[in-house]
C-alpha cells in the first residue's frame, strides 16, 4: 500500500499549525503520520497525546521545542524529537520561513487523545 501526500487535505487546527494526514488509517493502527507546518513566530499549542508516543521529524526550517516542561531546545532539518505519551510539548518556528516536520504517532493519531494544556483561548 502507498500512501500519497496531498497539499489539498491541509488545514487549520485550533494548534495554530496546519495539518495535512499522509496516512492515519484503521487498517494500520500502529502507526499515522501527518505533514504539519507551522507559520514564522507561531508557537503551537501546549499540549500532550494520551497513550500516544510522537516522533517529530523536522525536515525544513528552524524551531524551539519544549517537551515534558523541559527546556527550549533548538532544533533543525532532520533532527528527530521523540515525545513520549502524555509529555506536554509545544514547538516555535524561529526562522523566516515556513516550518515543516513530519508527525510520526504509535499507536496512530485519536483525537480523543488530545489534551489541550493552555487556558481556554490561551
Keep these: 500500500m502507498i500512501s500519497s501526500f496531498d497539499p489539498g487535505t491541509e488545514f487549520l487546527t485550533p494548534e495554530r499549525c496546519y495539518i495535512a494526514e499522509i496516512q492515519n488509517c484503521a487498517h494500520d493502527p500502529a502507526c499515522s503520520i501527518a505533514r504539519a507546518r507551522v507559520a514564522p ?27 515534558g516542561g523541559g527546556p527550549s531546545l533548538p532544533v533543525k532539518p532532520l533532527d528527530v524529537v521523540l515525545i513520549p505519551a502524555g509529555s506536554s510539548q509545544r514547538i516555535t518556528n524561529t526562522g523566516d520561513g ?16 488530545y489534551i489541550n494544556l493552555e487556558r481556554p483561548g490561551g
Design 41 to 67: 513566530g507561531v508557537t503551537t499549542q501546549l499540549h500532550a497525546l494520551r497513550d500516544t508516543d510522537e516522533r517529530y521529524v523536522l525536515l525544513h526550517g528552524q524551531a524551539e521545542i519544549e517537551v
Design 98 to 113: 515556513d516550518l515543516i516536520f513530519l508527525c510520526v504517532c504509535t499507536p496512530r493519531f485519536n483525537s480523543a487523545n
